[in-house]
Structure formats: C-alpha cells, structure tokens
C-alpha cells in the first residue's frame, strides 16, 4: 500500500491505472477505523481493481463546539489496517492541500440537509461533507464511491450531490456495522465511559422495539416512534432527534406505508451518536 499526501501523486498514480484499464474505488474517511470502515474497505476490494481510502478529518464538517480538536487519530494504526484489507493507496492529505489559502467554493445540497442533522448539527455541516466529498471525487475519479448506511443521511446528500452535478460516480450504501450488543461502530464510541456504553445501547434497542411495532402491523408513525422513545426514556436517554422520515426525500411520514427511515441522535455521555433503520412499511 502507498501512502500518498498530495493531489499531484494521487492523479499520477490514478492516470496510470487508467492506462492499465483499471476501475478504482474511493472509501472516503476520517479515520480512526474500526469493523465499519473495513467493511467499507472489503465491498470496495471486491468490486474494483485499484482502491484508494481517503483518511481526512475534513474541517469543515465541524461545527465550532464540536470535536474536531479531540477527534481520534491514529495514522499508522489506520495505515496497518488498510494495508491488511489490500488497500492499493491511502491518500491522507494535510489540511492545506485539500483548503490552500483563497479557498472560497462551497458545495451546498438543499432539501435532505435541512432536517435530522442538518438541523441539529447546523447547515454548514452537510455544505463541509458536501465540499469535500466533490473534491474527492474531483481528484480521485472514481466509478465508485462506498459509504455506510450508519450515516444515512450523508448516503442522502451524496446522492443528490451526484446527480445534481451529472458526477460520473456510482455511489454504493454499505449496511451499517454494529458490535455484538448492537451499538453501532462509530469512531467517536472511544468518548463513552463504562456507565454511557451501556446506555448506548439503549439507541438500537429503541430502534428494534420499533421495528417489532411496525412488524407487528403497527403503521402510525406516533405509535412507531412512542415504542422507540418508551425505550430510550428508560435508559434516560434524551434524543436530539427521534424521527420517521421517507427514506429517499427525508420528508416527514405520519404513516409507514412505503420505506421509512427511522432515524435518532443523541448526546450519551461525552459523545453525540446517531443510529438509524429503514423499516419496510409494504412488508
Ligand atoms: P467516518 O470516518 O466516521 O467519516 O466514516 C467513514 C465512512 O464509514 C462513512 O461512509 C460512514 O458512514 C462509514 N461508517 C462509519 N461507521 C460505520 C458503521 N458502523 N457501519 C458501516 N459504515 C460505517
């Protein structure tokens, strides 16, 4: 595996595969990798010739009392790891080459950003994901992109970022990870001391208990989401979101008929998690 930190090599290594005839994959991440990276990194190895995983703590994403200062890095533990799933090139760029100095482009998506985390996270959260996943894709030219389903509404965005501005990448949905208890793997899962991990749980369980209701015939969105919040009250957990929204326009659902994204956040202990299930409304 290649370690490479400026654009120039990564466009000199990808015109070569090109030459070759290769297709390339891109894993875009901040790092920090556990089951649910790799499981990104393994879809993309199977599917394509060449992969390159990006490994950016993208700035802009953060709001300013968020964690970008305290966000996990590990460069050469995330290093071995790539390299252990054949990854051909991890481009780890410094801050400045991916935002020289005059930057002054942002990429803002409408509509699925305004709700869920773009709401509770403010608009420029989605315009910094937006903006660099366009510069990824700007230099790495993939055919395809590979992102988890953990962060659904991300999916979302690139989506619609995609087909807004005719990007000739295929953007493939990972099925999110989760540990044996089901808390979703998250990076910032380090943040939760003993008593938080345990409340954790309490996201996926208010998850599961919805979709037995709706698996029990259950369609109101109110009865649905009473039986995910009864959970998370219990572990007295205090969503910042808990909400049912279409899975393909994040527009509000009063009843699930059609797929639904079941979506929550919440700040448990030190960190802020989010976690979601799309429950089939037509099964
Ligand atoms: P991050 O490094 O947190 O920006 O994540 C990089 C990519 O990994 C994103 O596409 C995430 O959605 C994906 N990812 C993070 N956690 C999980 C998980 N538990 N399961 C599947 N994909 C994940």
Redesign the pocket.
């Known amino acids: 595996m290649r370690i490479l930190r400026t654009i120039d090599e990564v466009r000199s290594a990808i015109a070569a595969a090109r030459v070759n005839g290769d297709s390339i994959g891109l894993v875009?991440?901040?790092?920090?990798f556990?089951e649910?990276?790799l499981?990104?990194m393994r879809a993309a190895r199977a599917a394509h010739d060449l992969v390159v995983v990006s490994l950016f703590v993208n700035p802009t994403q953060f709001g300013q009392n968020e964690d970008l200062g305290s966000y996990p890095r590990d460069e050469a533990r995330d290093a071995a790891l790539a390299d252990a799933e054949g990854i051909d090139i991890l481009f780890v760029p410094a801050a400045d080459e991916i935002y020289p100095d005059g930057f002054a482009t942002t990429i803002h998506v409408s509509g699925v950003t305004d709700v869920l985390c773009g709401a509770s996270r403010g608009p420029r959260h989605f315009d910094g994901v937006a903006t660099v996943v366009a510069k990824l894709f700007a230099i790495v030219a993939p055919d395809a992109a590979f992102?988890?389903?953990?962060?659904a509404q991300?999916v979302l965005v690139v989506r619609r970022l995609v087909r807004d501005l005719n990007l000739p990448v295929e953007v493939v949905a990972?099925?999110?990870?989760?540990e044996p208890d089901g808390l979703?793997?998250?990076?910032r899962n380090i943040y939760l001391d003993a008593d938080a991990r345990e409340r954790a749980t309490a996201l996926n369980r208010a998850l599961t208990a919805a979709d037995d209701a709706a698996g029990a015939g259950a369609r109101d969105a109110g009865e649905i989401l009473a039986a995910a919040r009864a959970i998370l009250d219990a572990a007295g957990v205090d969503p910042e979101y808990l909400e049912l929204r279409d899975a393909d326009d994040l527009r509000e659902v009063a009843r699930v008929d059609g797929d639904a994204l079941l979506a929550v956040a919440a700040r448990v202990g030190a960190a802020r998690l989010i976690d979601n299930h799309i429950l089939r409304g037509g099964a």
Do not use: E, Y
């Not at 990972?174 to 989760?178: E, H, K, Q, S, T």
């Open positions: 875009p991440t901040m790092g920090a556990h649910g990276h499981s990104l992102f988890g389903q953990k962060d991300q990972c099925p999110i990870v989760r979703a793997m998250s990076s």
